[in-house]
């Protein structure tokens, strides 16, 4: 078992039942020209959480974690888009329509794809999600049981948004999380702060929040251990 610091209290794991969920980290979120400004937001706001999220991702691939990327967005036929969601915000120019990156939030194009700081590799699953929850009308949970995964360390954006979304559906579905507190990001400081609040207060009552510099000793550990023979080969040779 390893054990990463966090509040409420220390996050203990077991290395072979834990996932890293990567949420949302697209350009039409982090970039101007995409859904996140259409809404009216500051995308410059999300970057920061780039940076230590590059170095969790690193340490997670060298200690043999399982890593998932999932990616909010629709089918160009927008089949899959609830006209409620469409019609929110009475945007000028909403998903589906034509923006500098591509049809906004559709499937394939440049806008939806993952930041290439955040590339993901073959071998880890990316769960194209059609609402804020990685669970809803996708396969994630069939992924996740299907590595007898339990815990799960939580990234990406936004916080109030897809990541506290995800964080709840998986709560009620057994799993626990932890939120590195540097690497969630969101448009609103002030739900930044209160989001990370509300996962942690009432003894950790959706989970665990932490941050990057307290998990990355963590999981260098595990990968020391691994590259002293236990990594099955199957994964070596991926990488
Ligand atoms: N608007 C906002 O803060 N977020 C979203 O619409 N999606 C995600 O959080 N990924």
């Not at 990355?216 to 236990?230: A, D, F, M, T």
């Amino acid at each position: 078992m390893a054990i990463i610091p966090a509040e409420p209290y220390d996050f203990t794991f077991d290395p072979a039942s834990i996932a890293l969920v990567i949420i949302d980290m697209q350009r039409d979120f982090v970039y101007p020209g995409g859904f996140g400004e259409v809404l009216g937001n500051d995308t410059s706001l999300l970057l920061k959480a780039v940076p230590p999220t590059e170095k969790v991702l690193e340490a997670a691939r060298k200690a043999g974690l399982y890593i998932i990327h999932t990616r909010e967005g629709h089918r160009a036929d927008l089949s899959d888009l609830w006209p409620a969601k469409k019609a929110r915000g009475r945007l000028k120019t909403t998903i589906g329509e034509e923006g500098p990156m591509g049809r906004i939030l559709v499937r394939g194009e440049h806008g939806h794809g993952i930041i290439d700081e955040l590339k993901p590799r073959p071998g880890e699953p990316v769960v194209d999600k059609p609402g804020k929850g990685a669970f809803y009308a996708t396969d994630f949970s069939e992924l996740l049981k299907s590595r007898n995964i339990r815990q799960l360390i939580v990234c990406g954006v936004t916080t109030e948004v897809c990541v506290t979304t995800t964080v709840r559906e998986a709560n009620d579905r057994g799993y626990d999380c932890l939120v590195l507190d540097d690497c969630v990001a969101s448009y609103f400081p002030e739900f930044q702060d209160y989001a990370l609040r509300m996962i942690k207060a009432q003894g950790g009552i959706f989970g665990w929040v932490s941050n990057s510099a307290k998990a990355l000793p963590v999981l260098e550990k595990i990968r020391s251990k691994k590259s002293g023979g236990q990594r099955p080969a199957r994964r070596r040779a991926a990488e």
